[in-house]
């Protein structure tokens, strides 16, 4: 961490700053110039309030150089994390998975339908929303409980693990046998629901907020890791631009650089950042290609019914497709 | 709401959807081109789910000509809402509000030197987080249950309201005594949160998310309007842009197009708008030059030393000067 | 398109309204509900101009169905487009090629050298700034006239064809011999230099500017087809957003929607859109695998040294690299 | 300028590198820790090439301090800069300007009219576009030389100085009695017209590009100044974000932060800003609160008609009462 300090300030004001960092165990290295004065602060920063810091009377500027975030830095953590998950299913590390299946469940019939056809295309793990965050108040807003028992039991009838969003902590109880916690986009920042789920030994699939910075992403995979949980996804879903032929702008960049920034497993989901089902192939190929580690994709037993998203899913024929696609496309991609 | 519906289509698919829009007390016109046949609707079309009927098979692309909100749009309620606080306080319809305080509770004894310090230059109204959400887990997270108390001690001592963030709907106990809920720009569009909150009969500030258009904004508001609580007052804080000089983009057209679109009360706050103190007076008298009926300002006892945003606290005596150029510029505002 | 009448309009206004638009070889359709009358225009109106019945007294709103361009638009031209250069070099149908080379020609030497080596690699075609756009007027603004004598060194002694980007028409007479011209994403809006190359009969790659839509790219690409010059090559240089980890966003999504929307060729530039020489591989592999037509990357020497743009350029051995990947995973991407 | 290095250079490369440095007569200082090392650099790095840095073998990160600007950094030249017009006309430093005018010259009848109107409520600079950027090849393209002759008739008739955009260097010859040449937002950054313009002795109105930060503006800036060029005044004119209500997004922040950062004169565009008439009247307000120099806004004898951007001009009569409020609000604004 750099520290500019104004011009004119008092030595005795100095002392003070450099005496307090010093207590914080960094050390510090005073570069004094004609026109600036510069302190160069090394140790570990990554706990340092970069705002006090910049509030202070004598502080012109303050520019980091260490990133703020540790447990999910990849300097300090050079192995690939691999989140394992029942039945020997691994997400990371050369490992990749296929999440499936509808926006919203709507009836248990439905969601055990598209169970099995999913897995037979290859996927190991079910998506299926029960609650539904919704930007009207008048959309449906899922089977909520009900969802999540309907999830069940295309659970029991085809042994697919299950990935399903939560919305507010207080519906934790619902989601024991929920295999994967999904933290929807609108949620990345629920800092109260991040510090709830940092206690479970349970993996999280986090999905990047639509107006949030890669540093941000990996600042709430870190309040889940300082927490102690370790079994952390991050899944790129698209971020919002001016660009309006697509729902949203997929960041593909966000795939190398997350695995170069941190240890965690990165996912995409090509359904949610366009909002378009013809997109979903090539944007899934592409997604291999820049070495992501799996894929959660919107998969509909009648898409043009769906009861929300219908645009942007796929009917059994297309996913199975995509799938066979990227499955021959992975041994060339980018790992 | 117009539909235009893909060529080739079946003359019985046509006619299966416009009896189920008709069964839903639409009008259905229908224009037939040579390339291209369109079904204008007629009727409340705000309650239509447009994903829904975007996803089936023969419809090319839906385009909404009505607003989706109903509750917060001004073409239904013509009259400026004003939001009645205890002591006659109000906001709107011409009446103008300072909110101004720190942006954390730190001590008793801080929050009520500020409160009274605010309250000598005009403010009615303290803010200051209790629960703060923040970036990092390892930056200070608020004094809590314990700042709320704070809080309605300087209440006590000075009679002045109090505005404050939740952030979790099992926080709402500890709101009681609490004058208007702050809902922060991160949880916008915590739904669950929402819905909890249109049950209260008690003002709700909502601030725009980051990265949320206007029409989110009023939808987020109609989620409260809709269960029931029509006292929302609405606050511009800034967006997401690729500038970088400023933290945030202080979008000032959002103050006349809400109060075109909306009759709900319209706060702006430049202190999280740009995260620099200097800024704070000119965007001050720019929002109430462009009709905003308040402003909401961080103002802190010793602004290097805050334990969060210094960087953007007005000292008392800054403050005292914005409030004073503010009231001398309102008779010349755009109202 | 669609037209939007305002309430209560007279309807003499609406009569003269729809005459002018029958004028304009128009079909109208009326619809007339109870609060609001719609006119749906069936015909080629991609030569409307929108601008203008949106100011007319009576209209509310207009709203486009069909897309502005017509010359760059698939649903007029099914077949790709094929661009052919000398030597039965081709662009587009299937025909995937690379362009390499520095971001600035440096000296006579530094050109040739490249070629040799890029074509080696598997390049046909040298890229090479001779005109530099930068920020900066104190930066390095490229070689000129010098650079463009250098090019056509390199291309006598390895027979590579070139391709440079070209800062105004004054520029002209100098690219005789260069057999692609590129127009630089700060010039995607120069319509004067735009209606310039119309006239020409020579390939031009049009790079998308940092804030531009795809539609907006598309029209500029109607500048030069209604010209008539029919060979233009869209590119995907990453956008301007708020994400600050890469330099810009690469839009992947950009690369199968251009390709449905329109018939002309799309490449990448993984080099601009990220500035960053790691995620050159990466991002070259997804924009092969979402079915892009050729990449254009960034080789240099001794990328330390570059007169610009070290950090984003790759080496010879990366490049081969780079190179040789796409290659293999070409069989398998999305076309 | 701070360089961070990476870890393991060897000492002759630093030795290198410092030499080099202080060659470019810079103070170079070093801090050495334990993991990192950091040179300080002290002196004039406005003229440093940042890229060509970052480029070094050895080298992590480089971060700027002082801003890349000389010429139109206010550190440097303290006093604001004021813009001398023919007949004693100023902008900046406390002196206030209306331009006003139609998007196009349409006839001479129509500028002359419109002229003599925006001047009896109190304009003294008539604007009018003779060469129009266009982002369709098939909108109305200006009435070019046509246009330049109608605006200096109606200089000839109502002594209003005149302000007009040029699209390209070629049209210099038709500019010479044009008193304020205006660069366009999509020229921002046509490098090659920039440098013709900086040989002249004349008035320069730069725009915003719609996706440049301040920095680069002052950058463009910097273009005219360095070539001797001091009669620069900048204009927020919207920026592109993602929010659609309005057209673009006015960045009122860019008014307090450029007179900050710079001396020069800073105005604002209503107009294009929001592309909405009703919003001008309150964002006229808001940006003479904010403290900018003036205002350019469209006026057209007949919105409904206006050959292009009808939707966003104002009538006559809305002028003056833009004008009169403006000229109400002035004492009291920031400045």
Known sequence: MIIILKK???????????????????????????????????GDTSTVDIDLIRGLDIVEDVKRIQEPFKNANRKFHPADTIVELPGGIKIGGGNFQFMAGPCSVESVEQICLIARKVKESGANILRGGAFKPRTSPYAFQGLRDQGIEFLLEAKRQTGLL??????????????????????GARNMQNFELLKELSHLRKPILLKRGLANTLEE??????????????????????????????????????????????????????????????????LSLASAAAGADGLIIEVHNNPPCALCDGKQSLTFETFNEVATAVRNILPHCCR
């Open 8 to 42: 004119d300030f008092e030595e005795r004001q100095m002392t003070n700053l450099t005496d307090w960092l010093k207590s914080n165990r960094l050390d510090v290295h005073v570069s004094k110039g004609v026109n600036q004065t510069i302190l160069g602060l090394v």
């Open 217 to 282: 992403l990996l600042m709430s995979a870190e309040y889940l890791l300082a927490g102690g949980n370790e079994q952390v996804i991050l899944c790129e879903r698209g971020i919002r631009t001016f660009e309006t032929a697509t729902r949203n702008t997929l960041d593909i960049s966000a795939v190398p650089m997350l695995k170069f920034m941190s240890h965690l497993p990165v996912i995409v989901d090509p359904s949610h950042a366009t909002g378009i089902a013809r997109l979903v192939k090539p």
């Open 162 to 183: 299950l990935v399903t969003e939560i919305m507010d902590a207080s519906q934790l109880p619902l989601f024991k046998e929920i295999d994967i916690i999904q933290v």
